[in-house]
């Protein structure tokens, strides 16, 4: 049209720009946004050279936040580059331009409530200033952050080849070699990257958006162990033989080890009976948040014993003639066991095992303060199996795991199974991570009689393993303290939670999670596909991805357990554990790829060994 300025045809293009997946999925990020009370919009912005780590921050810090229920989003120069900003280069100008849309658009993300994170070279201290002053104008926190890692790391980092092309002259105005990075005079945080890992740069991070008000403490939430210090170990084992005494059952003893251990966290004890309304009315604990908590963990004690120690300060609990711990402040109240069992488990049936420990045990509760004398072994020979939450977490910082996915099993490995997580771990590599890491985390408490014992599993496990069906380099084999329930999708997120606090990252949740057959009907108590549905709908867990469980049956063409394709219907067998439980006893063999060789073999013994003692 006359009149018209001509449309611009020569822009010059971006080139040597890849883009980058989020970690955080739009599903995560929109079950989180708006969960916590308080505007926390501003604006983290990363300069550095490129290599020095700024994507690898920006997207696990927003990985971080949005896992402890802070909404945010990073801003990445190469995907910028992909879509607004397609159409400039890398001269002076472009530059500048590039930077001043970058806080524009940061600035509309501040002004929605999230931390934005943006990840940019940004070298020219002028533009980093004005990016500052459209953010301030606007009334939001601007925080910059200097990504420094010396020019000979970065190049050694070079996944991106840039550099070589640079110093080949392939790549004209490439910073840091034939043009200057202007280092931050007064940045509010530098990060030393060739020093410090991803997680401690993490820590930092989310210690300068504390420090300015921008997140909670509770984001930095610790796991709440309850073992005596070493320094006062005496002083309270002397004083416990001077306390009345309660005796405690195996099972007492198995939910104590997940109290002291912090799987519980933040419970400082039993429950008292405010946790335990909120616990078995609305799954959670109200007081401080909402904290995801869905199983009682209570100590019943009969008539008896809550005459003789009603209105005691502190009393001793005593496990096979051992004072094994100190409760504080007890507190005692009513065990309405039939109520506790409809809310807890959906039935009442007397005949289910779990349900029929609590109609037999006390009619009272007692909660409390909890002080355990020291570290619980059960000297069985698996001990060195039972890492606590904060020993995983270091483990998980060793093997320097950039995404940790748990799978909780109570039954023993077939090539379904393992199908699964090897399915999870191409799936979170196919998403950028560099390093997931698997921890294989059979439930280790009390089970059913039926059930395969602990120490069988974990051979069985053992030989999976050992045949390379799962990675041993990447993966990692605990035990899991806690009793079994079966109380299906009640109980599954507590599975699922206890493995958040432990650093896990990732779910996988099978079929009929925590489920059984109803001992009367012999049709399952809980719909078999509602576990998955109730942990993505879950309160309190927003720190998890939970991978649903997908499908696999014995394709009979490929001879392998393959994920189902009802279009293909005719090649799967269904292979039941019933089936399976008499190949084994009979001494016969699963086709072949049901189950690695070795792991049948253990699985075998086991089946035998019980012919035998009958």
């Known amino acids: ?80 580059r992909h879509g607004l900003n397609k159409n400039l280069g890398f001269s002076t100008t472009d530059r500048e331009e590039n930077i001043r849309r970058i806080a524009e658009v940061a600035k509309l993300f501040a002004d929605a409530g999230l931390v934005c994170i943006t990840s940019f070279i940004s070298p020219y201290t002028k533009d980093r200033a004005e990016a500052r002053k459209i953010l301030e104008a606007a009334g939001l926190p601007f925080f910059e952050v200097f990504v420094n890692a010396p020019l000979d790391v970065c190049e050694s980092r070079d996944v991106k080849g840039l550099y070589k092309k640079a110093r080949a002259g392939e790549i004209k105005g490439f910073t840091g070699i034939d043009s200057e990075y202007e280092k931050p005079e007064a940045p509010e945080l530098v990060l030393k990257t060739g020093q410090a890992t991803v997680n401690e740069c993490i820590q930092q991070l989310v210690g300068l958006l504390q420090e300015q008000c921008i997140v909670p403490a509770s984001v930095m939430e610790e796991v709440k162990e309850l073992f005596v210090p070493e320094n006062k ?35 400082k004890g039993f429950m008292r009976e405010r946790e335990f309304l909120q616990v078995l009315h609305f799954c959670t604990l109200l007081d401080g948040g909402t904290i995801n908590l869905s199983v009682p963990i209570v100590l019943p004690v009969s008539s008896e014993n809550k005459e003789s120690l009603d209105g005691c300060a502190a ?138 014992p602990l120490a069988w599993r974990m051979k069985q496990h053992a030989a999976v393993l050992e045949e390379g069906v799962l990675d041993p380099n990447s993966t990692i084999v605990a035990i899991f303290p806690s009793p079994m329930m079966y109380a299906g999708p009640t109980e599954v997120q507590w599975h699922c939670r206890a493995r958040m606090i432990a650093g896990a990252n990732f779910y996988i949740v099978g079929r009929d999670p925590a489920g059984m057959p109803h001992p009367e009907t012999k049709k399952d108590i809980y719909e078999p596909t509602h576990g998955a549905k109730v942990l993505t709908m879950a309160p309190g867990l927003s720190s998890v991805e939970i991978i649903p469980f997908r499908v696999a049956a014995y394709n009979k063409a490929k001879k392998a357990m393959d994920f189902y394709d009802k279009e293909r219907h005719s090649e799967f067998d269904f292979i039941s554990g019933t089936r399976m439980r008499k190949l084994a006893r009979d001494g016969d063999y699963p086709p072949d790829g049901f189950m690695a060789p070795k792991a049948w073999k253990v699985l075998t013994e086991y089946y035998v060994s019980l012919g035998k003692e009958n």
């Open 1 to 80: 049209m006359s009149g018209n300025k001509k449309q611009r045809t020569d822009l010059q293009r971006s080139t040597n720009v890849v883009y980058q997946a989020h970690h955080v999925s739009r599903t995560k990020r929109g079950q989180v946004v708006g969960t916590r009370a308080g505007f926390r919009g501003c604006v983290v912005w990363l300069t550095g050279l490129s290599g020095a780590g700024k994507t690898t921050i920006g997207f696990a810090l927003e990985e971080y936040l949005v896992s402890h229920a802070i909404p945010s989003y990073s801003l990445d120069g190469d995907n910028i």
């Open 315 to 452: 009393i001793a609990l005593e496990y096979e003639g051992r004072k094994v711990a100190i409760l504080r402040n007890p507190e005692f109240y009513e065990h309405r066991k039939e109520e506790r069992c409809a809310r807890q488990w959906g039935t009442t049936c007397a005949k289910h095992p779990h349900i029929k420990m609590v109609m037999e045990s006390g009619d009272w509760l007692v909660g409390g303060d909890l002080e355990v004398m020291e570290r619980i072994k059960w000297n069985d020979g698996l001990d060195q199996y039972r890492l606590t939450p904060t020993e995983l977490k270091q483990k998980f910082k060793e093997m320097k795991a950039d995404a940790i996915f748990a799978f909780q099993l109570r039954n023993p490995v077939h090539n379904g199974h393992a199908l699964l997580m090897q399915d999870t771990k191409r799936r979170l590599l196919e998403r950028g991570y560099k390093r997931p890491v698997l921890l294989l985390h059979p439930l280790g408490g009390w089970t059913k009689d039926d059930d395969v």
């Open 233 to 267: 170990l005496d002083l309270a084992q002397a004083e416990a033989k001077t306390l009345p005494t309660l005796q405690i059952t195996q099972l007492d003893m198995q939910w104590m080890q997940v109290l002291a251990e912090g799987w519980a966290t933040p419970l």
